[in-house]
T-cell receptor, first 119, second 115 residues
Framework: GAGVSQSPRYKVTKRGQDVALRCDPI?????LYWYRQALGQGPEFLTY????????KSGLPNDRFSAERPEGSISTLTIQRTEQRDSAMYRC?????????????????FGPGTRLLVL | AQSVTQLDSHVSVSEGTPVLLRCNYS??????LFWYVQHPNKGLQLLLK??????LVKGINGFEAEFKKSETSFHLTKPSAHMSDAAEYFC?????????????FGTGTRLKVLA
């Protein structure tokens, strides 16, 4: 596709429900990242994939959060048993290479985000 | 540890006047630095990027930024503001070299352009 797409754009759910957020990166991009952005803050790193391998999940806040990218393209971020504090904008980004290849910060291309509201 | 500080949460300028958005970073090594812009209901868009070449970086829409290692700064400037520049701007540091990939974002500066 022309850019990174995310779905849904908005999600309202009740506390305790599970949600799945989808990210479709730019075609051919090796690396995929998930970030979370609270209101009035900058995005914070959650996790990172290189192809289908989850290289780093150190930013996931707890074990209710998980992510996968089974075929090295589309990724899903799943939040189980949602809580009100999970309400935020969830952003996905992709980059053509990872910095391990290029040795410098790769440009990440961001999707429009999914705004999650947990009631 | 890497970090980035955006010194102003809000900046207001009149249309046609210069824009200055300030960013200071902390890094053990020379980092890659970025400025992104976020318009309402849009994704983050890259304005410009510094990796290790020229210290003065030119970006899109007339923006530029200068990497000053001695001041650990990467301020964003534009000679003449346009109404369409009203948005939120994020300074980003990306730790250097191999094995690194995370973006570390500042808290953002919201730019308001007055007619």
């Amino acid at each position: 596709g022309a850019g990174v797409s995310q779905s849904p754009r908005y999600k309202v759910t009740k506390r305790g429900q599970d949600v799945a957020l989808r990210c479709d990166p730019i075609s051919g991009h090796v690396s995929l990242y998930w970030y979370r952005q609270a209101l009035g803050q900058g995005p914070e790193f959650l996790t990172y994939f290189n192809y289908e391998a989850q290289q780093d999940k150190s930013g996931l806040p707890n074990d209710r959060f998980s992510a996968e990218r089974p075929e090295g393209s589309i990724s899903t971020l799943t939040i189980q048993r949602t809580e009100q504090r999970d309400s935020a904008m969830y952003r996905c980004a992709s980059s053509l290479y990872n910095v391990i290849v290029t040795g410098e910060g790769e440009t990440q291309y961001f999707g429009p985000g999914t705004r999650l509201l947990v009631l | 540890a890497q970090s980035v500080t955006q010194l102003d949460s809000h900046v207001s300028v009149s249309e046609g006047t210069p824009v200055l958005l300030r960013c200071n970073y902390s890094s053990s090594y020379s980092p890659s630095l970025f400025w992104y812009v976020q318009h309402p209901n849009k994704g983050l868009q890259l304005l410009l990027k510094y990796t290790s070449a020229a210290t003065l970086v030119k970006g899109i829409n007339g923006f530029e930024a200068e990497f000053k290692k001695s001041e650990t700064s990467f301020h964003l400037t534009k000679p003449s503001a346009h109404m369409s520049d009203a948005a939120e701007y994020f300074c980003v540091v990306s730790p250097p070299r191999y094995g690194t990939y995370k973006y570390i974002f500042g808290t953002g500066t919201r730019l308001k352009v007055l007619a």
